[in-house]
């Protein structure tokens, strides 16, 4: 992030909210908070994307394991994490610098 600034977590049941600093070389701003943070703020964006069936199956192998959700509760908000998804994340997604399709079990570049 441009001009060292800070930035806080949202806090979790899983982690502890944190603030990053940003007056470190790098910093790595991950997750649906950069939808909120103005662009200006970022030098690089890398935009990590999974489709729907891959997120998913992602989502109830992680959540039912590390966070100990119920299936029936993954399943049931996925698609209202599509929408949060579209509106949110997908007009970063689609000006980043450089963007990784994690689809499936590959990891392709598609634009730098």
């Known amino acids: 992030m441009q001009a060292g600034m800070d930035v806080l977590t949202i806090e979790e049941p899983w982690k502890a909210s944190e603030v990053l600093s940003g007056a470190k070389p790098i910093l790595i701003v991950e997750g649906m ?14 935009c990590f994307y999974t489709d729907e069936e891959t997120e998913l199956k992602r989502r109830l192998a992680r959540d039912t394991t590390v966070r100990n959700r119920d299936a029936s509760f993954i399943l049931a908000s996925h698609q209202m994490r599509r929408e949060q998804y579209l509106r949110y994340y997908k007009e970063t997604e689609s000006k980043a610098d450089i963007l990784v399709d994690q689809s499936e079990d590959k990891f392709d570049v598609k634009r730098t």
């Open 33 to 46: 908070s950069v939808g909120f943070l103005p662009k200006e703020l970022f030098e690089k964006t890398i």
